[in-house]
């Protein structure tokens, strides 16, 4: 357990082994009401006891509820929300070539279950464990104090009873570490139903991703019944060897009290304690098997942490240069196999506060250079030499799809500054409006003003533009190649289009075609 947005309980430790040492008092009460009280017919004293034990029933009741119950489950939750805050502000900032090397279903399984096992077992082994540990040896100090008898006896029952439960949990670990794969498929279908039940609808491939999804259930749940099965039977364990050590107290007990070794009132504090010390036993036990079980959710968690602190595959290429992006003789490759080449780039440079633009056919790999320069596609399967500048990361990027959050307008700028001019140059007529998360209250045009009006408010000294003028009317497109032109000089601008509005501004013109990438030089105005 690596992260240290967690911490230790050592208060919480002291309050619950306190808790415990109280209720150690009962059987030892109990014990002196059968061999000192019973027999004297004492009623004084016998009030007092009552007295005393009454006092000492309802203050282990009460700190037992709190620090033995509420307290554990209290702070599992909050590390749980604790960890699913780090681990999508980790997600934030992990590199998105890293991030993408996983399924989305792979984050939704860390953000919920993998951070619920380790809030739980955080909580679990830095309270639990350290209490019920010294809970155990408490127990074995007052049994051994009574009789030597008794102080072997628990010994012998705790060793079998820790071997016993830890056997036999060695099927949950095992299937746990299998299975997270199915896990991840099966959040993975539902995520892909809900994120696309739009297109899913449009197309009528209802019953096709019902199938999947109904796979990817069946399949977990398989896993989840045989897991309940082994998880229920290793719980039932430790009842059934209590059960067992308990008739052999009884007797071996009985035997010492015919004999005048220990007094009845000893004998039932013995097995009241032998009830006492298969709970913190059977606790430790549980605790050991479900870290092992779940010890996957830990590294997950942790991998994401340590993911997130790792630089961009992308600093190992950066220049202190006056160019942005400088290539020679490079091939550009999207994966690891010869069929995911895409195209050549002979010599290519983009200046500081140069406007491009880049043309291709659809699928030729236009998107995919403004990916490979921001550090979005790892280029450790590109052939040739390339570099970036320093600055390259105090850009912005206009890309698809837009995404929204449920609210007003104002909420969807995302704390960008709102002028009046932006709003005037991109015609946004919808400043009222609520918009939802899934923005389908915004017509394509709505949506790409909205994102266009995030870029230019940005004000970084880079701007990489996708299409800016898909879906806007002539009017719009044309106010938005007027406003970009104006920006030349002072930004630089990589601007993917199918159109030529800027070839005439434009520094270079980058043409994909044929598998080769080549920039021509443009007029300037």
Not at 121 to 148: G, R
Not at 232 to 246: E, M, T, V
Not at 381 to 386: A, L, S, V
Not at 483 to 497: A, D, F, W
Request: hydrophobic letters at 40%; glycine letters at 6%; one cysteine or more.
């Amino acid at each position: 357990m690596k992260t240290k947005v967690l911490k230790k309980y050592p208060f919480q430790v002291l309050m619950m082994t306190v808790t415990f040492l109280i209720t150690m008092i009962l059987p030892i009460l109990m014990s002196y009401l059968i061999d000192n009280i019973l027999g004297s017919g004492d009623m004084d004293t016998l009030m007092r006891w009552g007295a005393v034990t009454f006092g000492v029933s309802v203050v282990g009741f009460l700190l037992k509820f709190y620090f033995c119950e509420y307290t554990p489950v209290k702070l599992g939750i909050k590390n749980t929300f604790r960890l699913q805050k780090k681990s999508a502000a980790d997600i934030l900032r992990m590199n998105q070539s890293l991030y993408t090397q996983k399924d989305k279903g792979y984050y939704y399984n860390v953000c919920s279950n993998s951070c619920a096992s380790y809030g739980d077992l955080h909580e679990e082994i830095h309270l639990k464990m350290v209490s019920y540990l010294l809970y155990i040896f408490s127990i074995l100090a007052v049994i051994t104090y009574a009789d030597i008898f008794f102080g072997i006896f628990f010994l012998v029952y705790g060793a079998i009873l820790v071997v016993i439960s830890l056997n036999s949990a060695k099927p949950l670990y095992a299937m746990q570490k299998v299975v997270m794969p199915t896990q991840d498929k099966y959040l993975g279908g539902i995520r892909n139903i809900i994120e696309n039940k739009a297109g899913i609808n449009a197309i009528h491939t209802e019953k096709y991703f019902e199938k999947i999804y109904a796979k990817y259930v069946g399949n977990y749940e398989k896993f989840v019944l045989r897991y309940r099965f082994f998880e229920y039977f290793c719980n039932y364990l430790p009842d059934i060897i209590n059960q067992i050590f308990g008739v052999a107290y009884l007797f071996f007990a009985a035997i010492l009290v015919f004999r005048g070794n220990i007094t009845t009132g000893v004998l039932l504090m013995g097995y009241q304690y032998l009830d006492y010390f298969s709970g913190p036993i059977s606790g430790v036990c549980g605790i050991l098997m479900r870290y092992r079980s779940n010890k996957v959710h830990i590294e997950r968690v942790d991998e994401l942490t340590l993911d997130a602190e790792k630089p961009s595959e992308l600093a190992a290429y950066q220049t202190e240069e006056t160019t942005i992006f400088t290539a020679n003789d490079f091939d550009f490759y999207k994966g690891d196999q010869p069929e995911d080449f895409l195209y050549h780039i002979p010599h290519m440079e983009i200046r500081k506060n140069g406007l491009y633009v880049i043309k291709g056919e659809n699928g030729s790999g236009k998107s995919m250079l403004m990916n490979l320069i921001l550090g979005n596609i790892t280029p450790q399967n590109c052939k040739g030499n390339f570099s970036v500048s320093k600055d390259i990361e105090n850009n912005t990027f206009l890309t698809y799809p837009i995404f929204t959050v449920d609210g007003s307008f104002d909420d969807n700028l995302y704390e960008k500054p709102k002028t009046e001019q932006l709003i005037k140059m991109l015609g946004i007529d919808f400043e009222d409006k609520e918009i939802a998360s899934n923005p389908i209250n915004l017509s394509y045009g709505q949506q790409q003003k909205l994102a266009l009006y995030r870029v230019f408010a940005s004000d970084t000294p880079i701007y990489f533009l996708d299409e800016p003028l898909s879906n806007l009317d002539v009017e719009t497109q044309a106010k938005v190649t007027a406003y970009i032109k104006s920006l030349k000089g002072s930004k630089t601008i990589l601007v993917v289009m199918h159109s030529s509005e800027l070839d005439d501004a434009a520094d270079g013109i980058i043409l994909i075609k044929d598998h080769q990438a080549s920039m021509t030089a443009a007029g300037t105005n």
